[in-house]
């Protein structure tokens, strides 16, 4: 079961910290944008006496199927303000959550979720993780899910798990496989699901969210199961070329130092992924090791893969650069809006120049599991390690509690499928042998 909603008093009228005014009684929303009545059942002092039971039918009834259907449970106690968000510049904005945000949650935000999780898909392998977790996993999280589009994905390829996409806005689809549910909360503030029962807890491009991120980690750590795994994924605009075709006065370079400027000044700095290994060290994960892709912004390789890649590359930021400065530039900045439009008409003509071989490397931090270590990594990313790219894209997954998994890392390691799997995606490596980091060309180079 998902964890009751969280009881956050605020005055009359009034936004508590998380979220809308439960002191009132408000009327709810469900995904279906019908209205539930506040409970009666409730006492005055917010405690609820008694709730009395419906009586279902032993047979298949329309009940039944409201439940098999239900799978957003606790989007139906979502406050209407909250579902409608906050409105400026035509953009929509949460209106929930311990913070002011400053990413959209609109459609235009939405579709670059969808463009950002193909991205990622194919730049580890068509996989959608690294973490080499249970083929039979229980229970997965994804933190800030977004459109929810990963929640989905590990939905339909894990139907043996429950999985959990939670996100401050709902904006998430309703029509969902059964064995996936969305929930709105702050994954800054106190966790609320039970502790030690998550296989795999995922988080992804969570820009301008998160400002104690060794708070979050360890949160983590404490709710994932001895020997599941933490990832997280996030870009880090330093931008850069290997060839010299950034010009020093570009303002494609000078978008990302904006960026890392008003991230610091909001308190959740853009250079924080890179400090992601030392989180989970101080966390307690075991055995981290991190991976440094590099991602081409523009369709400029000559690899059709990664002119793929790039092509994805350019459309997200195209429509990132509008949605981190369309509201931070003037608010957080004190920019003038005329000047930040000519700025990202300049950016957007430079990157559109397949000639300037700007890059973001992405950087890989995993833990090693004995032989799975290498999954995801190694070898099969040499293409993408040699390229030149734009921005820093950082995923790290790490292992919580490893030593306890020595029985069953021997009994894996009997599998004739993971031997197979393995020997065809690693030939240099037999069963039991460990690929770490250096084994990767070009690692140190970068």
Same mark, same amino acid.
């Given at each position: 079961?998902?964890?009751?909603?969280?009881?956050k008093?605020?005055p009359?009228?009034?936004?508590?910290?998380?979220g809308?005014n %439960?002191?009132?009684?408000?009327?709810?929303?469900?995904?279906?944008?019908?209205?539930?009545?506040?409970?009666?059942?409730?006492s005055?002092?917010g405690? *609820?006496?008694?709730?009395?039971?419906?009586?279902?039918?032993?047979?298949r *009834?329309?009940?039944?199927?409201?439940?098999?259907?239900?799978?957003?449970?606790?989007?139906?106690?979502?406050?209407?303000d909250?579902?409608?968000?906050?409105?400026e510049?035509?953009?929509?904005?949460a209106?929930y959550?311990?913070h002011k945000?400053?990413i959209?949650?609109?459609?235009?935000e939405?579709?670059?979720?969808?463009?950002?999780?193909?991205?990622?898909? %194919?730049?580890?392998?068509?996989?959608?993780?690294l973490?080499?977790?249970?083929?039979?996993?229980?229970?997965i999280?994804?933190?800030?899910?977004?459109?929810?589009?990963?929640?989905?994905? %590990?939905?339909?390829?894990?139907?043996?798990?429950?999985?959990?996409g939670?996100?401050?806005?709902?904006?998430?689809?309703?029509?969902? @496989?059964?064995?996936l549910?969305?929930?709105?909360d702050?994954?800054?503030?106190?966790?609320?699901?039970?502790?030690?029962?998550f296989?795999l807890?995922?988080?992804?491009?969570?820009?301008m969210?998160?400002h104690?991120?060794?708070?979050?980690?360890?949160?983590?750590?404490?709710?994932l199961? @001895?020997?599941?795994y933490?990832q997280?994924?996030?870009?880090?605009? /330093?931008?850069k070329?290997?060839?010299?075709?950034?010009?020093?006065?570009s303002?494609?370079?000078h978008?990302g130092?904006?960026?890392?400027?008003?991230?610091?000044?909001?308190?959740?700095?853009?250079?924080?992924?890179?400090?992601?290994?030392?989180?989970?060290?101080?966390?307690?994960?075991?055995?981290?090791?991190?991976r440094?892709l590099?991602?081409?912004?523009? @369709?400029?390789?000559?690899?059709?893969?990664?002119?793929?890649?790039?092509?994805?590359?350019?459309?997200?930021f195209?429509d990132?650069?509008?949605?981190?400065?369309s509201?931070?530039?003037?608010?957080?900045l004190?920019?003038?809006?005329?000047?930040?439009?000519?700025?990202?008409?300049?950016?957007?003509?430079e990157v559109?120049?397949?000639?300037?071989?700007?890059?973001l490397?992405?950087?890989?931090?995993?833990?090693k599991?004995n &032989?799975?270590?290498?999954?995801?990594?190694?070898e099969?990313?040499n293409?993408?390690?040699?390229?030149?790219?734009?921005?820093l894209?950082v995923?790290?997954?790490?292992q919580? &509690?490893?030593?306890q998994? /020595?029985e069953?890392?021997?009994?894996?390691?009997?599998?004739s499928?993971d031997?197979?799997?393995?020997?065809?995606?690693?030939?240099?490596y037999?069963?039991g042998?460990?690929?770490?980091?250096?084994?990767?060309e070009?690692?140190?180079n970068?």
């Open positions: 079961m998902s964890p009751p909603p969280k009881d008093s605020s009359a009228g009034e936004l508590g910290e998380g809308a %439960m002191s009132q009684g408000p009327n709810f929303e469900n995904n279906h944008g019908q209205e539930l009545a506040a409970p009666s059942s409730m005055a002092t405690t *609820s006496s008694h709730i009395e039971p419906d009586v279902f039918d032993r047979g *009834s329309q009940d039944e199927s409201y439940f098999e259907s239900s799978n957003t449970s606790y989007l139906t106690s979502i406050a209407s909250i579902r409608r968000g906050v409105q510049n035509g953009r929509t904005f209106a959550g311990l945000a400053w959209p949650s609109d459609d235009l939405l579709d670059r979720n969808d463009l950002q999780h193909c991205k990622f898909t %194919m730049l580890m392998g068509n996989r959608l993780h973490a080499p977790i249970p083929d039979y996993p229980h229970k999280l994804d933190l800030g899910t977004g459109s929810g589009i990963w929640a989905i994905d %590990m939905a339909e390829q894990h139907p043996s798990a429950t999985v959990i939670v996100d401050t806005t709902p904006v998430q689809p309703s029509a969902v @496989p059964p064995n549910v969305f929930e709105i702050d994954v800054e503030d106190d966790w609320l699901w039970a502790e030690g029962t296989d807890i995922h988080g992804r491009e969570l820009m969210a998160i104690d991120w060794p708070r979050l980690v360890n949160q983590a750590f404490a709710h199961k @001895p020997g599941a933490l997280l994924s996030g870009s880090v605009p /330093d931008i070329s290997d060839d010299g075709t950034l010009p020093p006065n303002a494609f370079a978008i130092k904006l960026y890392f400027d008003m991230s610091e000044r909001v308190g959740c700095s853009g250079w924080e992924p890179t400090r992601w290994r030392r989180h989970l060290e101080n966390a307690g994960f075991e055995d981290i090791v991190e440094v590099k991602v081409p912004m523009n @369709p400029w390789p000559k690899d059709k893969r990664l002119k793929e890649i790039g092509a994805f590359e350019l459309s997200h195209r990132t650069v509008s949605s981190v400065f509201r931070g530039y003037e608010q957080i004190g920019g003038d809006p005329v000047d930040l439009q000519v700025l990202l008409a300049k950016a957007q003509r559109l120049n397949p000639n300037m071989h700007s890059w490397p992405l950087s890989l931090s995993h833990e599991l &032989h799975l270590a290498g999954c995801g990594g190694g099969e990313f293409d993408d390690v040699k390229l030149q790219a734009e921005c894209d995923i790290e997954y790490a919580k &509690h490893k030593k998994l /020595d069953l890392i021997f009994i894996r390691e009997q599998s499928l031997k197979t799997t393995w020997s065809i995606e690693h030939p240099e037999g069963p042998e460990v690929c770490d980091e250096h084994d990767v070009g690692w140190e970068i």
